[in-house]
């Protein structure tokens, strides 16, 4: 199908679709979303939302979400913007810090949005390698003269961690915006928000979408300084969070914690007998800190589809730098994992 309508932003013209796998699977490993269901208050604030008043706007700016929030990662409310997803919020940011032609640099591999958002803002990307031991680069960030450094900790897809001395040489020297995104900061040993209180470059973005179990309501937020959240605020617009997503993700955020923090635990676990599994099938899978595991596997793309076939999704990538063909298979409860690997012990005899 062509693309190329006349009237279209010239530079949007290539630009396609992202594409998740569409056709539903038995057993789906491929988003790292939260395999224990849906928190149990979120789901009453949800039965409930017929009395929730949706004839009217939500707030504006999603103060009483701010508030659940400030609570739960233990800042001043006017620290923190919302957004539909962290994706907004990532996006917005973009737009608030770079002016179209300016550049954004991250290490390669990460988080496939990032160029997308990029892009979509005029913005170039400048990717680098990742430094020995999956750290990041400080000193090939900071030398890019980019806008915006982006750094994924615990870093999708490769699930591994930037160590903090690391991050905060690329705070001191940076010469614009500090984005570290920790969508996956309750599965790691350590987060590091409170650098957003040592530089009022630093924003720290976060969402409900992985532990919280809330992917589907879309719900984001980030940390940083006043000064800073207000523009990516100002960026955003308002009302981008629902009503329903506000009342499931407050509620979540005041009477689940106990909730997603046992999960949380059980995710580790399963975690670590994920890794010992397919270190027993002669894989080499990489340190994860996250709900997910990357192993690099040789031609990736046909076992994944080998492993569809057989009712498990999981994300294949291909070329990866620095470690080539992949799998990225989300953790989850355990008889979950043992059809999983089942059917990946299968699908790698045949591949
Ligand atoms: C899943 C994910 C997000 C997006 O989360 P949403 O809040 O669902 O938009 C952001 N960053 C990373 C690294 C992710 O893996």
């Known amino acids: 199908m062509s693309t190329s309508l006349e009237i279209a932003r010239a530079s949007y013209r290539d630009l396609r679709l992202y594409s998740a796998e569409a056709a539903p699977c038995d057993i789906d490993l491929s988003d790292n979303t939260n395999l224990w269901g849906t928190p149990p208050a979120a789901a009453r604030a949800l039965h409930e939302l017929a009395d929730a008043g949706v004839t009217r706007y939500p707030a504006a700016y999603a103060a009483p979400l701010k508030e659940a929030i400030a609570a739960y990662v233990g800042v001043d ?26 550049r954004l640099a991250f290490c390669a591999p990460t988080f496939a949005m990032i160029p997308i958002f990029a892009r979509l803002n005029g913005v170039e990307v400048l990717p680098v390698p990742m430094a020995a031991g999956w750290d990041i680069d ?47 900061a309750e599965f790691a040993e350590e987060s590091h928000l409170d650098l957003t209180a040592a530089s009022e470059r630093v924003l720290v973005a976060r969402t409900m979408s992985k532990a919280f179990g809330l992917a589907g309501l879309r719900v984001g937020y980030a940390v940083g300084a006043p000064a800073l959240v207000a523009e990516v605020e100002k960026s955003r617009g308002p009302y981008k969070v629902s009503i329903a997503a506000e009342r499931a993700a407050v509620a979540a955020l005041t009477h689940d914690r106990a909730w997603v923090a046992d999960h949380v635990a059980v995710a580790r676990a399963s975690r670590a007998r994920l890794g010992e599994s397919l270190r027993t099938l002669g894989l080499a899978p990489l340190p994860s800190d996250a709900n997910f595991i990357l192993v690099p596997v040789p031609r990736a793309a046909h076992v994944a589809k080998r492993l569809r076939e057989r009712g498990v ?19 989850g409860p355990a008889p979950t994992m043992d059809r999983a690997l089942a059917a990946l012990e299968a699908a790698l005899a045949c591949a």
């Open 313 to 331: 999704a999981v994300r294949a990538f291909e070329a990866l730098p620095s470690i080539g063909d992949a799998l990225r298979i989300t953790v």
């Open 138 to 184: 400080a000193e090939a960030l900071t030398r890019a003269d980019a806008r915006i450094i982006y750094v994924c900790s615990p870093n999708n897809p490769t699930g591994t961690i930037a160590s903090r001395a690391t991050l905060e040489r690329v705070i001191a020297s940076a010469p614009g915006l500090v984005i570290l995104d920790e969508a996956y």
């Open 77 to 102: 409310a006017s620290w923190i913007v919302t957004g539909c997803g962290s994706d907004d919020i990532l996006d917005s940011a973009i737009r608030a810090f770079a002016e179209p032609g300016d």
